[in-house]
């Protein structure tokens, strides 16, 4: 057995586990990470499954932090299918969530990811600032690993400024 079928039979059995106790937040992170696995292994519908089953328990428990990652996880893998508009929204209603509880530990990943989006879209101006965002939250928040990405997203916005670069994502994802 590999690392990726070790690591998702371990959330796997979190998640079965959590459901037999009535543990929902933890049940909830189990499939959030089984999420991770499908994302980082490009099998993206089974990604979106697992995060919106995770989004829909804490949402039923009012776990808003939790609710929020699974949105960041959800937007992330939509920006990966190329679905943009879905990208966007799931950010955008997890910015919120973030803003909302004066939680912002996360406002670098969505901001680098919006920007990303934007960048995508066609929107150089929208993605630099929200490229910029990124970077001033993560210093602020002394996020040095966000930081980088951050500021690779910001330097993605310079070369891809009406060449139609693509973005690529990075494996530099925080994991959850």
Same mark, same amino acid.
Request: hydrophobic share 40%.
């Given at each position: 057995?590999?690392? !990726?079928?070790?690591?998702? /039979? #371990?959330? =796997?059995?979190?998640?079965?586990?959590? /459901?037999?106790?009535?543990?929902?937040?933890? &049940? @909830?992170?189990? /499939?959030?990470?089984?999420?991770?696995?499908?994302?980082?292994?490009?099998?993206?519908?089974?990604?979106?499954?697992?995060?919106?089953?995770?989004?829909?328990? !804490?949402?039923?428990?009012?776990?808003?932090?939790?609710?929020?990652?699974? /949105?960041?996880?959800?937007?992330?893998?939509?920006?990966?299918?190329?679905?943009?508009?879905?990208?966007?929204?799931?950010?955008?209603?997890?910015?919120?969530?973030?803003?909302?509880?004066?939680?912002?530990?996360? *406002?670098? $990943?969505?901001?680098?990811?919006?920007?990303?989006?934007? +960048? +995508?879209?066609?929107?150089?101006?929208?993605? &630099?600032?929200?490229?910029? $965002?990124?970077?001033? !939250?993560?210093?602020? +928040?002394?996020?040095?690993?966000?930081? @980088? #990405?951050?500021?690779?997203?910001?330097?993605?916005?310079?070369?891809?400024?009406?060449?139609?670069? =693509?973005?690529?994502?990075?494996? *530099?994802?925080?994991?959850?």
């Amino acid at each position: 057995m590999g690392k !990726w079928e070790e690591a998702l /039979l #371990s959330f =796997q059995k979190s998640s079965a586990l959590s /459901l037999r106790t009535g543990e929902v937040r933890q &049940q @909830g992170m189990g /499939l959030n990470g089984q999420g991770e696995i499908y994302r980082r292994q490009g099998k993206l519908e089974q990604a979106i499954e697992a995060y919106e089953e995770a989004r829909q328990i !804490w949402q039923t428990f009012n776990f808003e932090e939790f609710v929020g990652i699974a /949105l960041i996880n959800l937007g992330a893998s939509y920006l990966k299918k190329g679905i943009l508009s879905e990208a966007r929204a799931h950010l955008e209603k997890s910015r919120q969530i973030f803003q909302g509880l004066e939680a912002h530990m996360h *406002l670098p $990943e969505i901001l680098r990811y919006l920007a990303e989006v934007e +960048l +995508l879209s066609g929107q150089a101006v929208k993605a &630099q600032r929200f490229a910029q $965002e990124a970077v001033d !939250w993560a210093l602020k +928040l002394e996020r040095r690993l966000e930081e @980088g #990405s951050a500021r690779r997203a910001l330097g993605q916005v310079g070369l891809g400024h009406g060449s139609g670069y =693509q973005v690529q994502t990075s494996g *530099l994802d925080d994991a959850y």
